[in-house]
C-alpha cells in the first residue's frame, strides 16, 4: 500500500530537524539542494541536536545512580563522540581504532569502556596505559593479558565480565549474541562466568568491577533484557555466596531499537529504562543483593534517527509490471544494512515535492551486484527524474561506520547541520585517498 502522501515526513523516523520548506527538504534549516551543491552526494547529514537532544534523554530517564555510554561503533568520529561526553554521556570503544578517536576527542578516559572478543595486546597495553574506566574482558586469555598489562604498568584495571546468558533476543540472527552458540562472552550454563570471576578475584593487577551482558541489537520487547538481568543477578548472587564480594556494577549493554518505517514502534526511552531499572530492584530483591550501579551502552538509540542520506537520482529503469528501480550514486557501500540483515529503510524525494501518483520502486545503488539494494520496496512519484535528490531516513547508525570501498567507490562524508548552518564533520573520500594506498 503506497503511503498517503508522499511527501509527508514521519516525526518518529525523520530527525528532529527536517523540515519541508517550499516543498525543498531541509535539516535544521539547511536546504538539502545547498548541502548536495556545496559536499557532493552521496553524503550524510546528521542534525547534532538531535543527538545531543536523545543522549540527554537517556541520562535523564536512566538517573544520576546510573552511567550512560555511547556504543562508538554506531557511529565514530570526533566531533560525535564530543557532543555526547559533553552531554555527559560515557564513550564504549571495540577497537583500538575507536579508542584513539575517543581519546583523541578528548574523552576523560575514565568514561572509556573497552569491549572486544579478540582485544589484540597493544590495544589492550594501550587502554591500561590510557588509564581507561573499564575492560570487558571476554576470554581467559584475555583476563591473563589484562593482568600482565597491568602488573607491568604497575596498576590495577577494573574489568566487567562479559556474561553469556543464553537469552535469544528477538531480532535478526547476525545481531543477537546472547544465545550460546556464538563467540561472545563466557556462557552462564557451562560455568564459564563463575570461573572468569573466580579468576579476575584472584589476580591483584585486576579490580573485578562487575558484570556486563548485551542480548542483541534493534530490540524492541524488554522480555529479553528481563530474562538476562535474572539470570546476571543469579550469577551476583552465587559470587556473593562463594566470594563475599557484591557486583557493584551490572552494564546491561545496548541494542535499544529505533524506528525506520512506519510499521516499527520501539518502547519510549522513559518506559525502557524505568522498566530496565524495575526488573533489576526485583531481581535483586529478591535474592536479597543490594541494588548494583547499573549502566547501558546504547548506540543505534542515539545516533540512528539524527542522520539521513542522500543520494541523487541517476538512472530509472521501469521493470515491465514489477517495479521502477531507482539507481542512485552510492549503494551498499554505504549501507550495507540491506543487503546484510535485509533492513527496510523510508526514502523520499527530497530536492521538491510531487503530486504525481505513488510508483512502487527499489532505490538501488551502482555497485556490480544485483543483491546492491538500498531500499527494498518503496513509493516514490512517477514524475521522479534524474537529477532529483532523495532522502534515506535513520541511516546515522551502522551506515557510515560499515561503509566500505567494494568498487572502488569512496566513502561518503558526514556533515553536521545545526541553527541553519552545515560543516563537514567526516571529509569524504577522493580517489586520490585509495590511490595513495595501492603501493604495489
Ligand atoms: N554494547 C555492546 C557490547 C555491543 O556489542 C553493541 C552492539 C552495543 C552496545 C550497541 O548496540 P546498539 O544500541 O547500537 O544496538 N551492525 C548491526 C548492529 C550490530 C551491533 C553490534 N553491537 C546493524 O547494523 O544493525
Redesign the pocket.
Known amino acids: 500500500m503506497p503511503p498517503a502522501d508522499l511527501n509527508a515526513l514521519h516525526p518518529d523516523i525523520w530527525p528532529r530537524g527536517a523540515a519541508r520548506r517550499d516543498g525543498v527538504l531541509t535539516l535544521c534549516g539547511v536546504d538539502v539542494r545547498d548541502l548536495a551543491a556545496r559536499f557532493g552526494t552521496p553524503v550524510l547529514v546528521a542534525d547534532e541536536e538531535d543527538v545531543r537532544g536523545r543522549a540527554r534523554e537517556y541520562l535523564e530517564a536512566f538517573g544520576p545512580d546510573g552511567g550512560v555510554?555511547y556504543?562508538a561503533?554506531?557511529f565514530c568520529s570526533r566531533a560525535v563522540l564530543r557532543w555526547v561526553h559533553s552531554e555527559g554521556l560515557g564513550i564504549?570503544v571495540?577497537s583500538g581504532g575507536e579508542l584513539e578517536v575517543a581519546l583523541s576527542a578528548d574523552v576523560d578516559p575514565a568514561m572509556i569502556t573497552l569491549?572486544g572478543n579478540n582485544k589484540l595486546p597493544a590495544e589492550i597495553e594501550r587502554a591500561v596505559a590510557a588509564g581507561i574506566g573499564h575492560i570487558?574482558v571476554d576470554s581467559f586469555e584475555e583476563i591473563a593479558r589484562v593482568a600482565f598489562f597491568a602488573a607491568q604498568a604497575g596498576t590495577r584495571a577494573r574489568v566487567l565480565v562479559?556474561v553469556t546468558t543464553g537469552v535469544e533476543a528477538h531480532t535478526?540472527e547476525?545481531?543477537a549474541?546472547a544465545h550460546d552458540d556464538q563467540k561472545?562472552g563466557f556462557s552462564l550454563a557451562s560455568g564459564a562466568a563463575d570461573e572468569a570471576v573466580r579468576r579476575v578475584l584472584a589476580l591483584p593487577s585486576l579490580l573485578f568491577a562487575g558484570l556486563?551482558s548485551?542480548i542483541?541489537?534493534?530490540?524492541f520487547d524488554t522480555a529479553g533484557f528481563e530474562v538476562a538481568a535474572h539470570r546476571v543477578i543469579e550469577l551476583a548472587a552465587r559470587i556473593h555466596g562463594e566470594h563475599g564480594v557484591h557486583v557493584e556494577e551490572l552494564?546491561l549493554?545496548?541494542?535499544?531499537?529505533i524506528a525506520y518505517t512506519p510499521d516499527d514502534d520501539p518502547p519510549d526511552v522513559k518506559s525502557l529504562t524505568s522498566s530496565l531499572r524495575a526488573i533489576v530492584a526485583f531481581q535483586c530483591s529478591a535474592v536479597g543483593l543490594p541494588i548494583p550501579k547499573l549502566t547501558?551502552?546504547?548506540?543505534?538509540?542515539?545516533v540512528?534517527p539524527s542522520t539521513v542520506t542522500l543520494y541523487e537520482v541517476g538512472t530509472i529503469k521501469d521493470v515491465d509490471g514489477l517495479r521502477t528501480y531507482v539507481s542512485v550514486d552510492g549503494g551498499m557501500s554505504d549501507n550495507?544494512?540491506t543487503a546484510?540483515?535485509d533492513?527496510s529503510y523510508t526514502v523520499v524525494l527530497a530536492s521538491r515535492t510531487s503530486d504525481a501518483a505513488p510508483m512502487l520502486s527499489r532505490v538501488v545503488g551502482r555497485h556490480c551486484e544485483s543483491g546492491d539494494i538500498v531500499v527494498r520496496d518503496c513509493y516514490l512519484p512517477a514524475d521522479l527524474a534524474p537529477g532529483d535528490l532523495l532522502a534515506v531516513a535513520a541511516t546515522g547508525?551502522?551506515?557510515r561506520?560499515?561503509a566500505s570501498n567494494y568498487n572502488h567507490l569512496t566513502k561518503p562524508g558526514v556533515v553536521a547541520v545545526r541553527d541553519g548552518a552545515a560543516s563537514e564533520i567526516v571529509r569524504r573520500e577522493t580517489l586520490d585517498d585509495l590511490l595513495r594506498l595501492d603501493v604495489g
Open positions: 555510554f556504543a561503533k554506531a564504549d571495540c569491549h570487558v562479559r535478526h547476525f545481531m549474541t561472545f556486563h548485551h542483541g541489537s534493534q530490540i552494564d549493554g545496548g541494542g535499544f531499537g547501558i551502552e546504547p548506540g543505534r538509540a542515539i540512528g550495507i544494512r546484510l540483515y533492513a547508525a551502522y551506515c561506520s560499515m
